[in-house]
């Protein structure tokens, strides 16, 4: 309990907080101004197109637009900006085609932060540049499936004739020029013309129960390769606290994601190249529970926003981290098109 009332105390913008005056605000409050219209749960390329457009101008040029690359099929990689402050985060969604709603919970997070203006929109955005590259994997959107469209994919990681797993291709240990996936090489430039102090990467996984019988709507976790710096380490556990209290207030039943060492994985590339990294995976709950999954989500992106602009984030006890609960058994008798998938 004495966990959840300090979490209500930070989301309510109450706790003390040093030097910077920072107007009080919650999560809900700017949840309920987003339009329900902005777009659908499960948007195409097309969707996200309008969705993005609509914002940019909506909030008059305080979200900026850009384009970090080409898919296969030509389809451009979208990148969205707010802020203009010194620390600089990047989010990144649906990089697997068949796991959408990291990308609504972004593109309704972009309107929340960009379109009102009032004085803790405006501090925020002093504090913060955050870069949301949206719908990564437009070409696996439009198709429905995990990989990238490359019928020419071959080797490890890839599906033959179908593409490859974009989420093994950001080794920051291998040369750019010999990437095979352009989603993957816009990502890394990205990160080296930004180099952020933070990286989430959303996804969804299949649909498993907790030790106390409940089920997990949500999984973290923070890098694992041994190649990550003790430091990175820490500030990716510190992350993945404040996104269990942000995602817990909002609903959420949150366990650890049991992820492997592999450094192509993004969560594990950008801590390696010493940013905060956290995995956040959705569990693909009934219909009825995708808003509260695209809520959860907002919520976690909006706490590391606010997290990172009073940074409050580093003052958490990364020990903390380790009162996360494994995640449990999958759901008996449920099959999800993502039960094999692996971040
Ligand atoms: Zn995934």
Do not use: C, K
Request: net charge neutral; glycine share 8%.
């Amino acid at each position: 309990m004495a966990a959840l009332a300090t979490a209500t105390l930070l989301t309510l913008g109450l706790a003390a907080t040093p030097a910077a005056a920072q107007p009080a605000t919650t999560p809900d409050t700017l949840t309920t101004a987003v339009p329900a219209s902005l777009v659908p749960p499960r948007p195409s390329p097309d969707d996200v197109r309008r969705a993005l457009t609509r914002i940019a101008r909506d909030s008059d040029g305080r979200v900026r637009l850009g384009v970090i690359g080409r898919s296969n099929e030509n389809r451009p990689l979208r990148l969205a900006t707010v802020g203009h402050g010194h620390t600089r985060l990047l989010y990144v969604t649906q990089q697997h085609g068949d796991e959408p709603l990291g990308t609504p919970a972004a593109i309704r997070a972009l309107w929340a932060l960009g379109v009102p203006d009032t004085a803790w929109h405006r501090w925020l955005r002093s504090r913060i540049t955050l870069d949301i590259v949206v719908q990564a994997n437009p070409d696996g959107a439009v198709r429905n499936q995990r990989y990238n469209h490359d019928p020419s994919a071959t080797g490890d990681y890839s599906e033959p004739g179908v593409g490859y797993d974009i989420n093994r291709f950001h080794n920051p240990l291998t040369p750019i020029a010999d990437n095979p996936v352009p989603e993957s090489r816009a990502v890394l430039r990205l990160w080296q013309r930004t180099h952020p102090r933070i990286v989430v990467d959303y996804h969804m996984q299949g649909r498993y129960l907790q030790p106390d019988g409940e089920e997990t709507t949500a999984s973290l976790l923070w890098p694992t390769s041994p190649l990550v710096e003790a430091g990175a380490v820490t500030a990716g556990r510190q992350l993945a606290v404040r996104n269990t209290e942000a995602m817990t207030l909002a609903g959420a039943n949150v366990t650890l994601y049991p992820g492997g060492d592999y450094e192509g994985i993004a969560r594990n590339a950008y801590g390696i190249l010493g940013s905060a990294s956290l995995l956040v995976e959705l569990s693909d709950l009934p219909e009825d529970q995708v808003e509260l999954q695209i809520r959860s989500a907002f919520a976690s992106m909006i706490a590391t926003a606010q997290g990172a602009a009073d940074r409050s984030l580093w003052r958490i006890d990364p020990a903390r981290a380790d009162r996360i609960p494994a995640r449990g058994p999958a759901l008996p008798g449920i099959q999800s098109t993502l039960e094999l998938d692996a971040a």
